[in-house]
């Protein structure tokens, strides 16, 4: 059974009002109107053919595209403020939930990246947003939000067009976003220096595992252990990471940082260091095999084929990589089991649903913690287990169905941005995207399990 411990998810920073323009750039150049040296940044912009292009305001330019208006700002965060460690960071403190009143929700669609010379991390992201009005519904607008980290600030670039451009527009502020940002700065080791993935080791590990202190880089990780199985290990995870792209699909750019993973030769140091880093009682952090919290995974080497390793690399990945770490524990812990678990042992837990015996969904789904959701008076059973296997079996529902399947990618990312723990957003997210109410949803869950 894996047991893990999700951190909680950070909403959306809500101190946006703080972001600090920066001080108005060097002129643009008299060469090229389109050209922009921001050289504080070492970032030079070649702004999209627009009509009229002219500045306006501090790193703020605006020009004619067709029939749109179209606004470029670029703004900068200190990283060490908001612990930006990758693009991704920068992107979840980004205005990409910036609306006004009169325009309706307009999420963002899939997140993309771009692996290219666009900070000291050699790669960006971005997302697009169609922004429609909330009365009726109509195209107000087209918005691209581009996130990239610098040594000292994170910066994003927000691009708007109002009204949306034609395709051919678009295909131009794309090629702004793609070939138009160029940084020539010094640039990050992202596979980790050896001073930098030894320096982690020794900051938290417990002191009883610092000897045999062994790094193994892999495409997707930074395996630091003192462990003689680290080798076979770290291949394991890559077939994890493999696996876990092939159902939650990203842009799988060169340049990230390699996610860390602390693989200890014995349980007592995996449990040492658990309780050590989150401060946590010991016998809490016995009841688990492994957990991701932040950007690491860590665990001890027993079996690299359990389950719960590609449980775990699914948490990684999501608050890591996809920038999905919303929704929920039901959301959290179903997309995390539904990797670690074969359909046959989701079974018992479909037949609860076929027969109305599970927990229904207004209750499941506001659920704080499943993992801490065991009721510790009943007799027997493991609630716990239950409920993440029921959490796996609506995700299997959501992705597998005929009539949900096609949403799949749309309920990731829209549901994966929601705080946790507020029903309200979630059943309006829910009955946004698949037309129905929670009993409609539930009810189609139940049919789906009885042809299982
Ligand atoms: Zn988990």
Not at 191 to 215: F, G, H, I
Not at 293 to 311: L, N, Q
Request: overall charge negative.
């Amino acid at each position: 059974m894996s047991r893990c411990w999700k951190a909680s998810f950070v909403a959306l920073c809500a101190s946006l009002a703080q972001a600090g323009a920066l001080r108005p750039s060097l002129a643009l150049s008299t060469e090229d109107p389109r050209v922009a040296r921001i050289a504080e940044l070492a970032l030079t912009l070649t702004l999209p053919p627009l009509d009229g292009l002219s500045p306006a305001g501090a790193n703020r330019w605006r020009g004619q595209l067709g029939a749109s208006q179209v606004e470029i700002a670029l703004r900068t965060l200190p990283s060490e403020t908001y612990d930006f460690a990758e693009p991704e960071s920068v992107l979840d403190h980004g205005p990409s939930a910036w609306s006004k009143p009169e325009w309706q929700r307009n999420d963002p669609g899939t997140r993309r990246a771009l692996a290219g010379p666009f900070g000291y991390a050699s790669y960006a992201v971005y997302e697009r947003t169609e922004l429609q009005r909330r009365d009726d519904g109509t195209r107000v607008g087209l918005r691209f939000l581009l996130g990239g980290l610098l040594k000292e600030v994170g910066y994003w670039i927000t691009l708007e067009a109002s009204p949306p451009p034609t395709s051919a527009g678009e295909a131009q502020l794309v090629e702004f976003l793609t070939h138009g940002i160029v940084y020539d700065g010094e640039v990050r080791e992202h596979r980790w220096s050896e001073d930098e993935a030894y320096t982690r080791w020794l900051r938290d590990a417990p002191a009883e595992a610092r000897e045999d202190y062994k790094v193994i880089r892999t495409a997707h990780y930074l395996v630091l252990t003192n462990s003689d199985g680290g080798k076979a290990f770290a291949k394991k995870m890559e077939e994890c990471h493999a696996a876990i792209l092939a159902v939650y699909p990203f842009d799988d750019v060169p340049g990230r940082r390699l996610l860390p993973v602390f693989l200890f030769r014995t349980a007592d140091q995996y449990f040492d260091f658990y309780a050590r880093i989150a401060e946590i009682p010991r016998e809490d952090a016995e009841r688990s095999k492994g957990h991701a919290w932040r950007d690491y995974y860590a665990t001890w080497y027993e079996a690299p084929g359990d389950p719960v390793h590609v449980h775990e690399a699914t948490h990684q990945i999501f608050a890591n990589r996809l920038g999905l770490g919303g929704g929920g524990s039901w959301f959290q812990e179903g997309v995390a089991e539904y990797m670690s678990s074969k359909s046959g042992e989701r079974s018992a837990a479909a037949g609860q649903v076929k027969r109305g015996q599970h927990v229904a969904l207004a209750q499941f789904l506001a659920i704080p913690s499943l993992l801490m959701s065991s009721d510790k008076e009943a007799p027997g059973g493991d609630q716990a287990g239950d409920h993440y296997k029921q959490a796996a079996v609506l995700i299997e529902f959501l992705r597998e169905s005929k009539w949900a399947g096609d949403k799949f990618p749309a309920f990731l990312t829209r549901i994966g941005r929601l705080p946790s723990g507020k029903l309200g957003p979630l059943e309006e997210a829910l009955a946004e995207l698949y037309g129905v109410d929670l009993a409609g949803l539930e009810q189609r869950w139940a049919e789906y399990c009885k042809k299982r």
